[in-house]
């Protein structure tokens, strides 16, 4: 089988092309989920499963699949690849994307090859990955592993004050199937690094062990809107400067910490966000993560502590939303094993590490022994237009794929 190799024309130029769907008059990638620009990426994915000639399913989140059931296969529990086309906000093309369109390449490949798996094997795009417009992460794939009701879901409002089961209903992807209607006997997600270590230590393949702790935090800090010029420092309730304060504490705590915690807040408002007025109301968004369940527990109970402290030394009562929350998580040691034994038959280095990004593979292992793969990510830049990864790193991470997708479905 190892003679075998994808179409990398093929993969590449699907990269690219669904790299553009999306992209804004002002450069900008943006595809968030069940958005019109999505819609449009969600479209192109179903044409190149129709001209796959595989069966095409969505479930009430909006997941996607495609099921290849080669003829004379046992209708067995199928091999699942996959990932997500939702994006971030400013995104690079390769996130998510790159799992889902190897994903059908690994099938498109094997079905020309004229070679018979043992189980059908599905590839999926599950809805709402990135969570940047509706929370929590994850949620397509949380949804179909069981660990989210399907209509609480669907009721969930996003920062745009949409309802996410309207907005799949507006852009047709409100289908029938329900979440979990296959069980798959194994999950593999292959994915740009996102990180520095691969391309630091000059390794072409990550073959992904865990992944880390994440819990995500909405704050809300209530003071008073006053006068720039004429209220005196000390007479301040200033929800503006008691917001920056955790800020600086979050940051300081996780870089004195020595420890891998991360801390970041992506988003914050100010209302009335006005030059001369102190702000009345601060809100921002706290994505901490670790890998070790214990030490994010600290870090939380330490932001919890300091945001009292805060509200006592500004006078500001703070409220603080729970959005996403989701320890760490240990893959299948065997795929992992799979994926090592398919980069040395390769001539490739590889070596195991943990997973800093979040990814559907983390919810679908609740469900089935799941593993990841990673290539590395040029600079280790993500989440930012210059995310980029080789394309020959790109064609090793599928052709990895397809190995590892024969190993277990002795293709
Ligand atoms: O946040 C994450 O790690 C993922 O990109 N959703
Ligand atoms: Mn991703
Ligand atoms: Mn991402
Ligand atoms: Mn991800």
New binding site residues.
């Given amino acids: 089988m190892n003679s075998l190799s994808v179409n990398d024309e093929r993969l590449l130029g699907r990269l690219q092309r669904l790299g553009e769907i999306g992209r804004g008059a002002d450069g900008r990638l943006v595809r968030l989920a069940a958005s019109d620009a999505e819609k449009l990426g969600r479209d192109q994915f179903v044409a190149w499963l129709k001209e796959t000639g595989i069966e095409v399913a969505v479930d009430r989140i909006g997941n996607i699949f495609g099921i290849w059931r080669p003829e004379g296969v046992a209708d067995n529990a199928p091999l699942m690849l996959g990932s997500h086309i939702d994006t971030v906000i400013d995104a690079g093309i390769y996130?998510g994307c790159y799992g889902v369109l190897a994903g059908l390449e690994i099938i498109a490949t094997l079905k020309e090859s004229g070679l018979r798996p043992d189980c059908p094997i599905a590839v999926a795009a599950f809805t709402n990955?990135?969570?940047v417009r509706f929370a929590p992460?994850?949620m397509g794939s949380l949804v179909y592993a069981g660990g989210l009701d399907v209509d609480v879901a669907l009721a969930t409002t996003g920062i745009d004050g949409a309802i996410l089961g309207n907005e799949l209903r507006r852009i047709g992807y409100d289908g029938d199937m329900e979440p979990g209607f296959i069980q798959p006997h194994a999950y593999i997600e292959l994915h740009i690094e996102q990180g520095p270590v691969l391309e630091r230590e000059g390794i072409q393949i990550g073959a992904v062990e865990n992944l880390q702790g994440?819990s995500w935090q909405r704050v809300t800090v209530n003071g008073d809107a006053n006068h720039a010029g004429t209220t005196p420092i000390s007479m301040r309730r200033d929800a503006g400067h008691a917001a920056a304060r955790v800020i600086t504490f979050l940051r300081d705590r996780a870089l004195s910490s020595n420890t891998p915690t991360v801390a970041t807040v992506g988003c914050m408002t100010f209302e009335p966000n006005a030059i001369n007025v102190i702000p009345s109301r601060a809100v921002f968004t706290v994505d901490l993560r670790d890998p070790d369940e214990d030490r994010l527990r600290e870090e939380e109970a330490a932001l919890e502590a300091f945001l009292a402290k805060v509200a006592r030394d500004e006078d500001v009562l703070i409220e603080v939303e729970r959005l996403a929350r989701f320890e760490p998580v240990k893959f299948d040691r065997q795929i992992v094993e799979l994926v090592e034994a398919a980069a040395s038959r390769r001539g490739h280095t590889c070596r195991r590490m943990t997973s800093g990004?979040?990814h559907d593979a983390q919810m679908i292992a609740r469900m089935a022994p799941s593993a990841m793969i990673f290539v590395p990510s040029i600079g280790g830049v993500s989440?930012n237009p210059k995310e980029k990864t080789h394309d020959t790193d790109l064609v090793a991470g599928a052709n990895m794929l397809l190995d590892v997708v024969a190993s277990l479905a002795k293709a």
């Fill in positions: 996130d990955e990135e969570g992460d994850m994440i990004a979040g989440h």
